[in-house]
């Protein structure tokens, strides 16, 4: 770590991934360029290396976190808070640190300025329709059926599968999240493959910084398909509402172009999280059997494991601000029109917050808040859609079907990402 005057070289880098379309520049959008040379010292972490970042995270969290919690990162334009603290503390100061940030990537991925990229209160005008939908009352009456229902299909297709050729991600998790998101979105005529499709699309044009025309391509094609079907469901819903979320979009008084960019962000980001805690949960539970044991034997439990899991391998574990002005965040100073990293994975695993045993899996530990779902106004609007789909119904169910579920060590699984990180193929087994 060495401190400096401000430095900011544009280091581009192209590569992406299926799960990660963004992480080298940071969850869809271009990088602030207001941080310029002799604006001010501050902590620099020149040693980062981004391609690790998307094999093991949480080696260099755990150095910047000791190192210095709030530190330029040269290699991706942005100043990386990976502490507790710093994190919270950015959450809970919009004026400061504005979720509207500079850049028009994901402007431009799907048409319009999302509620991801708004502060209050032009963010609580797009969120209020839908929060109705997203109360845990509605989703346990509403919604739970169906994602029982949603469980079920797929979980007779990996039966169909047999414990030799069984991949979670591929077989059940994707599938299932999908399936979740179509109904809950209310989306008709469509396949959860178009949507898994859309998403990875949206996404992908999201991080497209280096501004590559195969990828703008891409999401240009999953843009018109996805303004094909609004064009004809709004209407439809106007005329017909019912419970979905593009029902109240459609029926709130927004604007057209904030319901459809709020419906393309919702397919964008509404796979990432519950598909891949049904695999984090899976995983967590095969490598320590110990609470494996004590979940099935106490299914009351199940809560903890979810909550757990998302802190421990957080499936969206960075995301961005932007400085309104200048102002100074855990003793470091920082420039107005700063790029900011709040990467919630390393702060949910600060042992000044968590304790000693910060960076393991344990159900049991005290409950302490996380930064999993995020905080603040921006808290995820789905957390309560997740818990229920994924924590009380989706792994549940699994075990429920195959009592003996677990890691298949005959096979190769993998992870990916940092910015959005889960496990890409995960084969399981069961007895």
């Known amino acids: 770590m ?32 207001a941080v310029s040379p002799g604006a001010a010292n501050y902590p620099v972490a020149d040693w980062v290396d981004v391609a690790a970042l998307a094999t093991d995270p949480y080696t260099t969290y755990a150095r910047l976190r000791a190192e210095s919690p709030v530190a330029w990162v040269p290699q991706l334009n942005k100043f990386l808070v990976t502490n507790y603290a710093g994190c919270h503390t950015v959450e809970q100061d919009q004026e ?45 009456e509403v ?26 991600n591929r077989d059940y998790a994707a599938p299932v999240a999908s399936q979740n998101l179509i109904d809950l979105l209310g989306l008709k005529d469509v396949s959860v493959e178009q949507v898994r499709r859309w998403s990875h699309d949206f996404i992908a044009g999201m991080g497209n910084v280096l501004d590559d025309q195969s990828i703008w391509d891409r999401c240009d094609a999953a843009t018109a398909e996805a303004d094909r079907l609004l064009e004809e469901l709004i209407p439809y819903y106007r005329q017909n509402p019912d419970a979905s979320m593009v029902s109240a979009f459609a029926n709130s008084g927004l604007p057209t172009p904030n319901v459809a960019a709020n419906v393309k962000l919702t397919i964008s ?58 102002t100074v965040l855990e003793g470091v100073r920082i420039p107005a029109g700063a790029g900011i990293g709040v990467v919630v994975a390393s702060a949910n695993h600060d042992a000044t917050h968590f304790g000693d045993s910060a960076a393991e899996f344990d159900i049991n530990r005290p409950k302490r808040p996380h930064l999993g779902f995020g905080s603040g106004v921006h808290l995820c609007a789905g957390h309560w859609a997740a818990k229920t789909s994924i924590g009380q119904i989706a792994v549940p169910m699994a075990y429920q079907r195959f009592p003996g579920l677990r890691v298949d060590e005959r096979r190769n699984e993998s992870w990916d990402g940092w910015v959005f990180r889960g496990l890409t193929s995960l084969p399981v087994t069961w007895n």
């Not at 400096?4 to 070289?9: F, S």
């Not at 034997?297 to 494991?305: R, Y």
């Open 96 to 140: 400061i640190f504005s979720a509207n940030v500079s850049g028009a990537t994901m402007t431009r991925a799907i048409g319009a300025r999302p509620m991801l990229r708004k502060d209050d209160p032009e963010h609580s005008a797009d969120r209020a329709p839908v929060n109705p939908v997203l109360r845990p009352k509605s989703i346990k």
């Open 269 to 326: 980001g509404g796979m990432n999280e519950p598909q891949h805690m049904v695999t984090n949960m899976v995983w967590a539970l095969s490598n320590h059997a110990g609470q494996r044991e004590q979940v099935l034997a106490d299914p009351a439990l199940w809560a903890s494991v979810f909550d757990e899991a998302v802190r421990w391998q957080s499936p969206i574990g960075m995301y961005p601000r932007e400085t309104t002005r200048e």
């Open 2 to 33: 060495t401190t400096q005057a401000g430095r900011c070289p544009f280091r581009g880098n192209a590569e992406t991934t299926n799960l990660d379309a963004d992480s080298v520049r940071g969850h869809g959008d271009k990088v602030p360029t």
């Open 143 to 168: 919604w739970g059926p169906v994602f029982e229902r949603n469980a079920e299909t797929y979980l007779q297709k990996v039966a169909e599968l047999g414990p030799d050729e069984a991949d979670l």
